[in-house]
């Protein structure tokens, strides 16, 4: 049966061709285009791994079981914007894309954003995805009302995210940081402050890589 994915009430659904509304796709029907373009990726990625790449053109994706869990927090995610700071080539983008919101990406690099453009393209996503080329950083003092941030870009940028996104968190908004096991070491500042911070309440989940899991307090009381 073709799916498609449509705006209704101000949340995306999945629907038939007729209009009619499936529900939420989650694991369960997800989309034939994604589930392609996903091995399509998985395979360069592991390909990259092992084939000498340079890190910087390597997709370094997160596993699926990471991507999994990124679903379901954005699924069960207060209602706001969801963000994501590291698009590489889409990958990560479209796990979260299965919880039916839009999402605006942030992608650096220019070879990475022709790739991932390509990918929203392929998927049907374009219209849910905005991708925004350049630097984050510039941009996440102007969004407001986030429900979810999902960083996963060099190590050295997420305390600035942080520190950027947080304040601007709706109240049980979460920001959630890859690679809190795999790079424990460079991020231990960062990792410690965060779990230290009482703006949230935080913790580091063993999925994938390690995922530093944030929620905004309700009240400073709670
Ligand atoms: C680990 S990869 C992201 C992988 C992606 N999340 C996935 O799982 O499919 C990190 C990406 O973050 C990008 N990046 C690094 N710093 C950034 C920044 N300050 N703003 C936007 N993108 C950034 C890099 O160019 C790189 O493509």
Not at 33 to 42: P, V
């Amino acid at each position: 049966m073709p799916l498609f994915a449509a705006v209704l009430s101000n949340n995306w659904v999945l629907t038939n061709k007729t209009g009619q509304n499936l529900g939420a796709t989650m694991f369960h029907n997800i989309p034939e285009a994604i589930l392609t373009r996903m091995a399509a990726l998985e395979t360069i990625d592991q390909r990259d791994r092992q084939d000498g790449t340079p890190h910087m053109q390597r997709l370094r994706q997160i596993p699926a079981e990471t991507g999994k869990f990124l679903a379901l927090l954005a699924a069960m995610a207060p209602h706001g914007r969801l963000i994501e700071i590291g698009t590489s080539a889409g990958y990560s983008t479209m796990w979260l894309s299965l919880a039916l919101r839009p999402i605006t990406t942030f992608e650096v690099l220019p070879g990475k954003v022709e790739v991932a453009t390509t990918t929203f393209a392929q998927t049907g996503l374009a219209g849910q995805v905005t991708l925004v080329a350049g630097d984050a950083r510039a941009h996440l003092p102007h969004l407001t009302d986030i429900a979810l941030c999902f960083v996963d870009a060099e190590k050295d940028v997420y305390a600035d995210c942080y520190e950027a996104v947080v304040p601007n968190l709706v109240h049980g908004g979460l920001f959630v940081a890859d690679n809190a096991i795999s790079h424990a070491e460079a991020l231990r500042p960062f990792l410690d402050h965060a779990q230290e911070d009482g703006r949230v309440d935080a913790l580091v989940v063993p999925i994938g890589k390690g995922i530093l899991l944030c929620r905004k307090r309700l009240t400073i009381n709670d």
